[in-house]
């Protein structure tokens, strides 16, 4: 059997077979298609199954796709027209949040603008007090009314988001049945179903975000599960969330904001497995593709996950400058540098690089697909680091006569440079803001990245590594087998795992183990349910249980595990030990007379841990590791030197190599600067040490 | 001594900073009241071996500068050993107000004491009347804790536990948030230590050195720049009683790299808890200035060098022990319109108009069990409209966030009816002020609860800039009716309501010089009513309001000539000196 791995990013759509029995893995890469993203995606699926003999109606466990549809809706502001309905009375929560300013001594600050303006914000009455007694009946001719004008003003979608309705949710539901008699064809998105919790602004933002974000996605997972039926798929279809766990299409497309970042996080979770199967406890992930290049540091090989994500931040770095997303993600830093990210000169003659990108239509200058600005691939292509007869194994020929004319046109003749200096300079300064951003994050972090191991992968990732990571002052970097499709990888390598919460409201001294044991059971067998029908047999199912729990009177809960199996009276006290001992932890105190809490209670059922072996089926051949030299760009030497070009499928562990020279598998091209050295580890990864580390620039 | 290359600086420096962060989220997280957990009212200090500010945590104001300073001159380090906690809430030596409650933590390192950090929280209770402005002295306003150990090596001070717990309202919640800053100040001390081992370093006074002497350089750099010269502004406050304005007379003197600030000619100390302590003046000073003459610099105790205050003792700035200080913020507010209205003489690209005063509001009430409910609430306005652009609903140029409605219901005796911006409130200008928000609250205990008035810029409504008018005043209404002396308490029964506006920022430039369009898109969005649009900013919008009426705002705008109405208006208004108030009807005074 096999599982599938699929990634649909800004340029690319990566595509990535596992063999579960042999543990082997296959990839693919093909443009992504942006008027119609599934195309692509079925299109890479067809052909790497094809080349493999693989039948997609039998032979197929599962599909786990990613995407950043949804980020880039939002950012781009690109999805539906929005409407907030709220408590009447309650109308600016939305654009004022909590007031305070991300800022306080710039008095130039721009706040993030709602994603919905004042006019579709709309009060309806109604109320429903803090302990969820209704105070005020829905007035329902006049939520009739207001939905009406807002149809008639055009808005498309609409949030609903009622005080306390996570304690009560009666009237959002009933008002969600409103908008439908009145208009159904309006998406309507609940704040009591996206994320009920207490907080009316962060519930509100997130519930408007999931609603601005519902007719694209839905509308695309319709069409990928439709493209889908027609080829007769017969596994099942699953998507990844923003915090490495696994949903059903069905979730995603009603949730779409829980998809946020499934794209990115894949890569995250394949650089901690990396880290853990390779032992390297500190890791710097780097992921650079054609539109974005993402980071991800890496403690004790488990990417960090946070609640309190932003999206659509004013100012990159601040904290509170974006859109509050309170759900769970794993925690990123994300920037326009990409191979398609597009170079100029701006008004004061500097070259500049991105966050523009030439995407994959057109795409880079060198695809000969009407792309007409230089971007950094061309770049990269100059300076002989790609060859442009081996671009995606040949798949694709690059026209280095083409990059050179519109390097020289729009760059080196303006700022009175040679056609390679001007390269080097759009190489180098995407190298540096991508530093910039790493330092910043490790800066946010308080960590010296001079202790951590990069891990390069994404179509550019190794071409720009070398160079990134001598600005950083870090020491070593690796490249994993496929790295041009490794995010991909990173929907296979973690077990199939569904998580599952309920909210129920106990205070530790009215200890209830009859009602708790219920709340578990169902979720357990729900996710029995779900795991069986991915094919994953009862025997290897493995429940975790955990849950919120706070002192009575905190705002916020924090994660205890809680004991498996049937709870009895004695749990108690096991549980109040676990909650003070994690108290202690995260907080440093804790105390034993206050009461205690439980909110929510949580399971997240896995499968087995997948095989996933790292030696590469391709990896080893028979052939000469040395395939051919090329002219490529020295920056030490400041100039164009002929270099040794390796065959990535056929070095051996033991292999070693001085640099300047390149490594070339298909999906991408590892570059290795003067003064460095690559050796291919035991487990076929490529690992090259950056030599004489220069300071980092640019720090104060 | 050693010095730090400009790279190991850095790192240290955002080390540093990191640690204090990552502890005052975990405060903020871990608090039980909603001051602290909500609206982060609290911050974070870190300090070399002899007291001196080196850096503070992003989140929060930052009014903590001197507390460790302060509470070396009982304890000298000599006499501090390891697991020893140090409390005050000392609003000369602490924040201003009996509420700001500091825990003092000694990081050791190799035996002997290389610095401190500092966690402050604004305490729901402290006791005596509430949180309040009428008190007429500092005893009523609650107790007074001077700096004493509440540990002693890791051993409570069970005394001062009992003590404090018997003197106030919510002790379950006041205590746990003590702990919770505990908590918050140890581990930040100990992760101080352990960067302290990790880089080598022997203390920390070298590092606090170069921190604070790169911060006085910028600070002294960025003064420079601004010609030299004597800058006058005087502001009036509505004060406690609307017959006795408070004068706040400011003279600013930049002369080379230095700045003197000078409050002589301010109005005496109140009788009421309007009073500014000298720390708590110069804190507020400073972030004006920040905010305008230096905001890329990182302020330390290097920033503050350059500074010097004048506020005679025994004026509102520097009000004398024990007179009341707990509203001090009321008075506070006016301090930017102070220095901006002072640095407007030479920079007025870099001020904003006048914002909205800070307008809040105490409860106490009880639970369905009578025990007592505490309640604080502020009600946020706009801030005053900048050169180039318009300006937001918020707090400034200080910084507390808003308590969301759900919590305030589920913590606060009050149920609240509304919560939204007032059309038309915002100060019109080419640049237009935030616009102020309406909050209706409703007492919701079974028995009367005790509602304390803060309301200031109810006379005096933050004003203009170079032509732009001036925001809407602040207003306070008791059951629809009655508007009650803006600074005392009442008693309400269950079911009375109060409705308060925040103020709007005012404008900035004259109004009928704003682009057209923009007026159209704050007339589709009721920021700004159509008449509004007509009469101030002399647009004309069509009947389908969808677009502007050009050839009309053309002759609108012709008229009077292109200045409009805007010099008048703005002028700095003389202080009011009656003002009807008629506590009568229902509320009583307490």
Known sequence: MYRIGCDIGGTFTDVVVLDTERGEVHAGKVLTTPDDPARAAIEGLRTVCAERGIALERDVQHLIHGTTLVINTLIQRAGAKTALLVTEGFRDFLEIGRGSRYDNYDINIDMPQPLVPRRWRRGIRERIDAQGVVRTKLNESQARRVVRELVKDGVEAMAVCFLHSFRNPVHERRMRELIRKEAPSIEVSLSCEVIPEIREYERASTTVANAFALPPTRRYLANFSERLKQLRFGGEFLMMLSHGGITTPEVAGQVPIRILESGPAAGAVLAAFLGERLGYPRILSFDMGGTTAKSCLIDDCKPQVTKEFEVARMARFKKGSGLPINLPVIDMMEIGAGGGSIARLDAMG??????????????????????????????????????????????????????????????????????????????????????????????????????????????????????????????????????????????????????????????????????????????????????????????????????????????????????????????????????????????????????????????????????????????????????????????????????????????????????????????????????????????????????????????? | MTTFDPITLEILWNRCRTILNEEIAGLIRAAFSPIIREAKDCSAGLYDSAGNFMTHADEGECHIRQTVKCLLEKFSPEELAPGDVLISNDPWKVGGHINDTAVVVPIFFNGRVAGFTAYLGHHIDMGGRGFSADSTSLYEEGILIPPVKLFSAGEPSLDIFEMVSNNIRHPEVVLSDIRAQMGAAEAAANKIAAMMGEF?????????????????????????????????????????????????????????????????????????????????????????????????????????????????????????????????????????????????????????????????????????????????????????????????????????????????????????????????????????????????????????????????????????????????????????????????????QPGDTVRIRANGGGGYGPPVRRNPEAVLADVRNEYVSAEQARKVYRVAIDSAGASVDRNMTKRLRARNGARGNGAKTTARPRPRTTQKRSPRGKPQRV
């Not at chain 1, 671009?391 to 009175?416: C, H, N, T, W």
């Not at chain 2, 309007?274 to 000073?285: G, K, P």
């Not at chain 2, 914002?355 to 609430?377: H, K, L, Q, W, Y």
């Not at chain 2, 080419?430 to 609250?441: A, D, F, P, S």
């Open chain 2, 200 to 492: 080598g370093l022997t203390g920390l006074d070298e590092l606090s050195h170069a921190m604070i002497a790169s911060s006085e350089e910028a600070t002294r750099a960025a003064i420079t720049a601004i010609p030299d010269g004597i800058y006058r502004h005087t502001v009036y406050t509505d004060g406690y009683d609307a017959t006795d304005p408070v004068k706040m007379m400011l003279t600013l003197t930049i002369k080379g790299s230095d700045i003197i600030i000078d409050y002589s000619g301010s109005s005496p100390q109140s009788m009421y808890g309007i009073n500014l302590v000298y720390n708590h003046t110069l804190a507020l000073t400073h972030q004006c200035l920040m905010c305008t003459i230096f905001p890329h610099v990182r302020d330390n105790e290097g920033s503050y060098r350059p500074l010097s205050l004048i506020a005679p003792e025994g004026g509102i700035m520097n009000a004398k022990y024990p007179a009341p200080v707990m509203a001090r913020h009321l008075t506070g507010f006016y301090i930017p319109s102070a220095v901006f209205g002072a640095l407007a003489r030479v920079i007025p690209d870099r001020v904003v108009a006048d914002s909205a005063a800070v307008s809040n509001f105490g409860v106490i009430g009880t639970n369905e069990r009578g025990d007592p409910m505490v309640g604080i609430c502020t009600c946020l306005g706009g801030m005053g409209a900048r050169a180039t652009k318009d300006s937001p609903t918020t707090l400034f140029p200080f910084v507390i966030a808003d308590i969301p409605i759900e919590v305030i219901e589920n913590e606060f005796p009050l149920f609240v009816r509304k919560r939204e911006m007032v059309q038309d409130s915002g100060g019109p200008g080419t640049y237009r002020g935030g616009l102020g928000q309406e909050i209706e609250v409703q007492v919701r205990s079974q028995k009367p609860a005790t509602f304390f008035c803060m309301q200031e810029r109810i006379n005096h409504p933050p004003l203009g800039f170079r032509g732009g008018l001036p925001g809407a005043k602040a207003d306070l209404v008791i059951n629809n009716t009655i508007r009650p002396h803006p600074k005392k308490g009442y008693m309400l």
């Open chain 1, 350 to 700: 500097l070259l500049t690089v991105g966050p523009l990108s030439a995407g994959a239509d057109p795409g880079p200058v060198c695809y000969g697909r009407r792309g007409t600005a230089p971007t950094v691939t061309d770049a990269d292509l100059l300076l002989g680091y790609l060859d442009p007869a081996y671009f995606l194994g040949g798949s694709m020929r690059l026209s280095k006569r083409a990059a050179a004319a519109v390097v020289e046109q729009q760059i080196a003749k303006p700022a009175r440079l040679t056609a390679i200096e001007a390269a080097w300079g759009i190489h180098n300064i995407v190298d540096e803001n991508m530093a910039n951003a790493a330092r910043v994050l490790a800066v946010e972090k308080g960590v010296a990245l001079a202790d951590y191991t990069m891990i390069a992968f994404g179509g550019a990732g190794p071409v720009h590594a070398f160079n990134v990571c001598r600005k950083l002052g870090i020491g070593r970097f690796l490249v994993p087998h496929a790295a041009g499709v490794a995010s991909a990888l990173g929907f296979l390598v973690a077990p199939l795992s569904f998580d599952f919460i309920r909210t129920y409201i106990l205070k530790l001294t009215d200890f209830d183990h009859t009602t708790l044991n219920r709340i578990y059971r169902e979720m357990e067998n729900e996710g029995r349910r779900l795991l069986a029908k991915a094919g994953v047999a009862a025997e290897q199912v493995t429940i975790m249980r955990s849950a919120d729990m706070r002192y009575a009177l905190q705002g916020r809960e924090i994660d205890v595990a809680i004991p498996s199996g049937p709870l009895g009276p004695e749990h108690r006290q096991h549980i109040l030990d676990a909650f003070a001992s994690a108290h202690m932890q995260k907080y440093n105190w804790s105390h034993p007379d206050l009461e205690v809490m439980g909110v929510n209670w949580k399971i997240v059922a896995s499968g087995p841990r997948p095989l996933v072996s790292l030696n590469h089926p391709d990896g080893g051949g028979d052939g000469e590791a040395r395939k051919s030299e090329r002219e490529m760009y020295v920056p030490e030497f400041k100039e164009m030197r002929l270099c040794p070009v390796y065959n990535r499928y056929h070095l051996r562990p033991g292999f070693a190599c001085e640099g300047p020279a390149v490594i070339e598998e298909r999906e991408s091209t590892i570059v290795i600067g003067a003064g460095g050295g690559a050796t291919v580890d035991e487990l076929g990864n490529v690992v090259v040490t950056v030599p004489g580390v220069s300071a980092p620039t640019g720090a104060c």
